[in-house]
């Protein structure tokens, strides 16, 4: 009886069964409920999932809304968080600017794992000039200090959301392109590969439907540190004023004009504050249980 591409290569590289599969929902709820860190995390961003895109629907006030009658007001019942110099909501103002760092994160992200992970990938596959070139301008990327790299693109790009995604993803393509080029140069050389081949698989459909499935894991770590790196990112360059320009309400915004009211309005700046530390721990301690999840030598130490 033939075998198909995928029984060849399945049986060689043992992948997961269609028992495995359906269970992969139970399997990941698992890993959240026993590492400690994962659901930590997992909650955390929860909740600031749910000030972004939730809470402005829920609070009562206008973020842009000046109420000068109340301002510089402190915590009360009336406003959780206070009020700002203009007698505006901050609760409100905070989940406004939730909403921005998130679009800004998942978008650098995500644009950074699209343009580096297959460049990459086909880079160190086909090898050659090709391959050389490729790490040679990464490492050209990655003499530039990615702050320094941010704020010359976004002044290049004017400030916007998409011109923040490039400025901030653009420092983060060599780290995809060069996880996948070594975990790509380490699994070509498997006997899947060479079975796939065996069968008449071509060199490209090898790649995508063989290797990077098994490339998975180490970007699945760096996409979650990644969006802790993004938010950040972007604070830092609103907070010196090259990032989104009002009325856009960011975090970083909120800091740089909380400023010249520390002694008089502490909370203008304590309150914007942790929800952006909040937010980077929360992706951070996901990324690090996943990251030792998938490590094999921290499972056997777990299991000793």
């Given at each position: 009886m033939n075998s198909s591409p995928v029984d060849v290569a399945s049986g060689a590289q043992g992948t997961a069964t269609p028992w495995h599969q359906q269970t992969l929902i139970h399997r990941v709820a698992g890993f959240f409920l026993r590492d400690r860190r994962a659901m930590v995390g997992m909650i955390l961003l929860a909740l600031m999932l749910?000030?972004?895109f939730v809470g402005p629907r829920l609070i009562p006030y206008d973020p842009h809304q000046p109420d000068l009658r109340n301002r510089f007001s402190g915590p009360s019942w009336s406003h959780w968080m206070g009020t700002d110099r203009s007698g505006r909501d901050l609760m409100a103002r905070v989940a406004a600017g939730?909403?921005?760092?998130?679009?800004?994160?998942?978008?650098?992200a995500l644009l950074a794992l699209v343009i580096g992970a297959p460049l990459g990938a086909v880079t160190s596959y086909v090898g050659g000039l090709a391959d050389d070139v490729t790490q040679r301008f990464m490492d050209a990327i990655i003499a530039f200090p990615a702050r320094l790299l941010a704020i010359v693109l976004v002044v290049l790009m004017g400030p916007s959301v998409v011109s923040l995604w490039f400025a901030i993803a653009f420092s983060s393509i060599p780290r995809y392109a060069r996880?996948?080029?070594?975990?790509?140069?380490?699994?070509?050389?498997?006997?899947?590969?060479?079975?796939?081949?065996?069968?008449?698989?071509?060199?490209?459909a090898t790649l995508f439907l063989y290797i990077?499935?098994?490339?998975?894991?180490?970007?699945?770590?760096?996409?979650?540190?990644?969006?802790?790196?993004?938010?950040?990112?972007?604070?830092?360059?609103?907070?010196?004023?090259?990032?989104?320009?009002?009325?856009?309400?960011?975090?970083?915004?909120?800091?740089?004009?909380?400023?010249?009211?520390?002694?008089?309005?502490?909370?203008?700046?304590?309150?914007?504050?942790?929800?952006?530390?909040?937010?980077?721990?929360s992706f951070v301690l996901i990324g690090d249980a996943i990251r030792d999840h998938l490590d094999p030598r921290t499972r056997r130490r777990g299991t000793r």
């Open positions: 749910f000030a972004a939730a909403s921005i760092s998130f679009r800004v994160a998942v978008g650098a996880i996948v080029r070594g975990s790509v140069l380490d699994q070509k050389e498997r006997e899947y590969v060479e079975a796939a081949q065996a069968i008449g698989e071509g060199r490209l990077l499935p098994n490339v998975l894991p180490p970007l699945a770590v760096q996409v979650t540190l990644d969006f802790a790196s993004a938010v950040t990112v972007e604070a830092s360059l609103s907070f010196l004023g090259l990032g989104l320009v009002p009325p856009t309400i960011s975090w970083g915004g909120l800091l740089n004009d909380a400023q010249q009211w520390l002694e008089e309005a502490p909370w203008l700046a304590i309150f914007p504050g942790a929800a952006l530390a909040l937010t980077v721990l």
